[in-house]
């Protein structure tokens, strides 16, 4: 059976609205995941990511899965039984750290943190005195909080330092290779704008010589991944997956969108608009979750007013506005609400009907 469906204003953690070229590109003609053209459009799509990543790592590209497959794939491939693995956890998304590496056989080492406040670099490098890996998140979707991975970076020592850039790739300052970053996974629907089903991917070659050589999953063993896209130099390619072809060609556009208006434009106007975001919540008397100074742009935790119905909020704003803004989650479920302004979305007009649509929400719902 058909359906129709209706155009919703993702305001949310992710996904976000799509830049249109991103959406054209997923009616392109489907090619083989063979064909020199498509090849053309693969490299081209790692080229791109290579930018927003801030890296010249030969292996960066667009795994065939969502940002938890990103994450399984950074796991699985740097840390085995008996390794240390040290994860700072902020919130959930550090939480999921900790659980992918507990799957491996990994020894996980918890550096915990209070939600809703960045993390703590030199706890963390403290925790152990020889981890294998050290592993963070950069911008925690579920609390809006940005933490500074440069300064991890510069104390990791011998560790790998793996990087959580999911809601921040696109959308904020990204330096892998000047961070520190040894292996990065991140998620195309949120500040690049892109459909989700890609996990942009980063690992730096020095990484990639301490590997897992042979990982407990066949499908995201990196070695086998960076024939396919020709990270190991010549021009044969080593057949791995059917790649998901209109997805990658989408992310091309995606890129390609995101690099012609300029990176440092782009994450400019995410400051701008995030920041217009905070300032007009504040200014309807609304209180911010995340710790003055360490919020991100992208993503802005609101604290539901006492009396106030959170799930009835938002189930206003979708039905009178088609407007999806999240709730928070765990603990902070029905307490907290998580609004983003990422990749088409970031923009003043954007802001100026959320505010609208959420005052109105709240005095009506």
Known sequence: MSRQLTFRHLFGPGPSNCYPEAIEALGHPVLGHLDPLFLEVLDNTCAGLRQVWGTSNARTLPLSGTGSAGMEAAFVNTVGAGDVAVVAVNGLFGERMCEVARR??????????????PIDPERVAAAHPNPKVIAAVHAE??????????????????????????????????????????????????????????SPFTISDAAFERRIKDPQSWYL????????????????????????????????????RVLAEGLSAVQARHEAAGRALQDGIQEMGLEL???????????????????????????????????????????????????????PNANNASVVFVLAALKEAIAKA
């Open 221 to 256: 063993d990196l070695g086998l991944l960076g024939g396919y896209v020709g990270a190991a130099g010549g021009s044969k390619r080593t057949y791995h997956h059917t790649a998901p072809v209109p997805m990658i060609a989408s992310l091309e556009a995606g890129l390609d």
């Open 141 to 198: 979707t579920s609390t809006g909080v940005r933490s500074d991975i440069a300064a991890l970076g510069k104390l990791k020592g011998d560790a790998l330092l793996v990087t959580d850039a999911v809601t921040s790739i696109g959308g904020l300052e990204l330096l892998a290779d000047d961070w520190g970053i040894d292996v990065g996974y991140a998620g195309t629907q949120k500040c690049l704008g892109v459909a989700p089903g890609l």
């Open 104 to 117: 491996t056989g990994a020894e996980v080492v918890r550096v915990d943190h209070e939600w809703g406040r």
């Open 289 to 343: 979750f995340a710790a003055e100074g360490s919020r991100l742009p992208s993503l802005t935790t609101v604290r539901v007013p006492d009396g106030v119905d959170s799930a009835a909020v938002r189930s206003y704003l979708l039905a009178n506005f088609s407007m999806e803004i999240g709730a928070g989650v765990v603990q902070f479920a029905s307490s907290v609400w998580r609004i983003g302004m990422m990749g």
